[in-house]
């Protein structure tokens, strides 16, 4: 995977169709394109995070593309991929970011996007949990 938004269709869903509402197309793709769009107004350093956790994200959902054990179904995609979210904001260098990253991460995803379901709820908790410059800025 090299970070293009291209990713969610051209592999993971031309190997596993799960259709327009299965995590490629109508998560994946859909986010990445949202914060390709609006990398321009990141900082430097906020950029950078936006390439690699795109990279990262991707990744991660080799063995969905490589049709491995366990991630064969589009429910166990989906499972897995929201799983790797938060290790991979944390680990391409969230907490480190400026806040005025933060605040444009929140206007590139939405409230809906990070509070619109429980899936969505998780990766907020779980991401905050693993970074506590940034709840102090949600606070």
């Not at 090299?2 to 993971?12: E, H, I, P, V």
């Not at 990262?56 to 991630?71: D, E, H, R, Y």
């Not at 897995?80 to 944390?90: L, M, Q, W």
Request: aromatic fraction near 12%.
């Amino acid at each position: 995977p090299t970070g293009k938004c291209s990713f969610y269709a051209d592999c993971l869903e031309a190997k596993k169709k799960c259709g327009s509402s299965g995590y490629a197309l109508d998560y994946g793709k859909k986010y990445c394109n949202k914060f390709e769009n609006a990398k321009s107004k990141f900082t430097t350093s906020g950029q950078r995070w936006v390439t690699k956790t795109m990279t990262c994200l991707q990744k991660k959902l080799v063995p969905a593309v490589k049709g491995t054990s366990g991630w064969t179904t589009c429910d166990a995609i989906e499972k897995k991929a929201f799983a790797s979210h938060s290790d991979c904001y944390v680990s391409s260098g969230l907490c480190d970011l400026d806040p005025k990253d933060w605040a444009q991460i929140f206007l590139t995803v939405g409230a809906g996007g990070m509070f619109g379901g429980i899936k969505n709820l998780v990766e907020v908790v779980q991401t905050a949990d693993a970074c506590f410059p940034l709840v102090m800025w949600i606070v």
